[in-house]
């Protein structure tokens, strides 16, 4: 009698789990159909007004006001970002900030970058992005420690976030794909089976190791790398 109803509740909690599995698949999915169409409507609409002017009704097939207004667009940033006017626009108080002629974050992008892991403070790691690597001096003289440029996404949209400068010792490339990391920032969607750290280019496996420590990894010779929680506060010297 007890195995039969643990039985029917198992059942009934696996219904409610798929019921809630369908909602969080349709509902963004539902989100993006309608605003598409909302998009292509007005698009649609618009476009075929203007060619209304010069194109008789019996010529105007369905989508071609929506092609009209995307290459209206194409156009539009081909001239912003390949020509002066969208230098002259980013110059405008305010405004500017929209024309600006610099690189857009993309999920493609990032799926091509490094990721790593680095100090956000003395007790917190935080995911991010290799972007690049700067030399520093001193009065001429190159000093003891480069700059590495970091990538700090705001989750959930990712392609959205902050530069970060942070000294090259308290950054930590890891193996693990940049899809990996995509995924464990929305919120552990799936999350890979360990972070393997790697080293720089230039490092020594002694430097590594010690670095390491820093990053809440206790590594012993011949050992697989294990969690040490006591090594977590540790600040560089």
């Not at 105007?60 to 626009?89: E, H």
């Not at 956000?120 to 001429?140: D, R």
């Not at 190159?142 to 989750?155: C, D, G, H, R, W």
């Amino acid at each position: 009698m007890e195995r039969k109803r643990l039985s029917k509740k198992v059942v009934k909690n696996s219904h409610s789990t798929f019921i809630l599995y369908g909602i969080v698949f349709w509902i963004p999915l539902g989100l993006v159909l309608y605003v598409f169409l909302f998009l292509f409507g007005g698009a649609e609409k618009i476009g075929r007004a203007l060619l209304g002017i010069v194109v008789p009704d019996r010529f105007l097939f369905f989508g071609i006001g929506a092609i009209l207004c995307l290459l209206i667009v194409y156009i539009t940033g081909v001239i912003l970002k390949q020509t002066s006017l969208g230098i002259v626009l980013s110059k405008i108080p305010f405004i500017g900030l929209f024309f600006g002629q610099g690189e857009i974050m993309t999920i493609g992008r990032l799926s091509h970058m490094q990721p790593c892991l680095f100090l956000y403070s003395p007790t917190c790691l935080s995911y991010g992005w290799i972007l690049s690597e700067e030399k520093v001096k001193l009065s001429n003289q190159k000093a003891l420690f480069p700059i590495i440029n970091i990538y700090y996404p705001n989750v959930p949209t990712l392609i959205t976030g902050q530069v970060f400068a942070a000294r090259k010792d308290t950054v930590m490339k890891i193996a693990n794909s940049s899809r990996e990391v995509i995924d464990l920032l929305l919120y552990a969607f799936r999350s890979p089976a360990a972070l393997e750290y790697i080293p720089w280019e230039d490092e020594t496996q002694e430097n590594f190791r010690e670095r390491a420590r820093y990053f809440g990894l206790k590594l012993d010779t011949g050992k697989n790398p294990t969690l040490d929680a006591t090594d977590m506060g540790t600040s560089f010297p």
